[in-house]
């Protein structure tokens, strides 16, 4: 069976300042990765994703993530935090059957300080 | 806007009554997902239908239910409401049912059972 744990249910970092948001994933297969990012009072935006080929993959608003196997993570950063990126940021791993099925871990609400 | 329409976007109802969230895929999207999202359950997905066929089903509650009509719009049918039952429930669809591509989410319908 598919899970992730997201270490930290709240970050707070200072604007300019490097984000980083871990991500751990268990699954029995090679996994598909996502970051959706949830602003108050909105749905899910998909950041970025990760299934086969380079393993940092870029996404949009400036992040990026890296999927390392050998550590099953997907950490989420960004080299400078900007006001609006304060939201919650969810990691996400597909489900091994052949459906599009997700597992989300339980969230990230990052703050952003001036 | 995401291009995945849901309504109503709030709906206050009581105690064992029954409600229908509507959802309308993306255009060219086939497959349509629904989830439940609570604060002690994060994001449970409930079940997934691929161009009128269910495909994945999840934490569904059997007092819970869903279909796909042929024009790709989904309904989900929430009965004998309790108040366990107050939760965002969020459709998202994808252009196949497969683990690829990741998902496009709706703004949502937040229930609220009093």
């Known amino acids: 069976a598919q899970s992730v744990t997201q270490l930290g249910s709240h970050v707070s970092v200072s604007e300019g300042a490097l984000v980083l948001l871990r991500c751990n994933y268990s699954?029995?297969?090679?996994?598909?990765l996502f970051w959706y990012v949830q602003y108050p009072n909105q749905g899910l935006q998909l950041l970025l994703k990760?299934?086969?080929?380079?393993?940092l993959v870029k996404g949009i608003n400036g992040f990026e993530a890296e999927f390392k196997k050998s550590e099953t993570s997907f950490h989420l950063t960004k080299p400078s935090a900007h006001m609006s990126d304060a939201a919650e940021y969810f990691c996400?791993?597909?489900?091994?059957?052949?459906?599009?099925?997700?597992?989300f871990g339980q969230g990230t609400t990052l703050q952003v300080k001036p | 806007d995401s291009g995945v329409t849901q309504t109503p976007k709030h709906l206050i109802t009581a105690t064992g009554q029954r409600v229908t969230l509507r959802c309308s895929p993306r255009?060219?999207?086939?497959?349509v997902y629904w989830y439940q999202q609570s604060l002690d359950q994060g994001l449970q997905f409930l079940i997934q239908?691929?161009?009128?066929?269910?495909?994945a089903k999840g934490n569904i509650l059997e007092r819970f239910s869903a279909q796909q009509f042929p024009d790709l719009h989904s309904e989900l049918n929430l009965s004998s409401l309790e108040l366990g039952d107050s939760a965002l429930y969020f459709c998202?669809?994808?252009?196949?049912?497969?683990?690829?591509?990741?998902?496009?989410f709706g703004s949502g319908t937040r229930l609220t059972v009093v």
């Open positions: 255009s060219g999207d086939l497959s």
């Open positions: 996400a791993v597909s489900s091994s059957s052949n459906t599009g099925k997700l597992i």
């Open positions: 990760y299934t086969t080929g380079a393993t």
């Open positions: 998202a669809s994808s252009v196949d049912g497969d683990r690829y591509y990741g998902y496009t």
């Open positions: 239908y691929y161009n009128g066929e269910e495909r």
């Open positions: 699954s029995s297969v090679p996994p598909y």
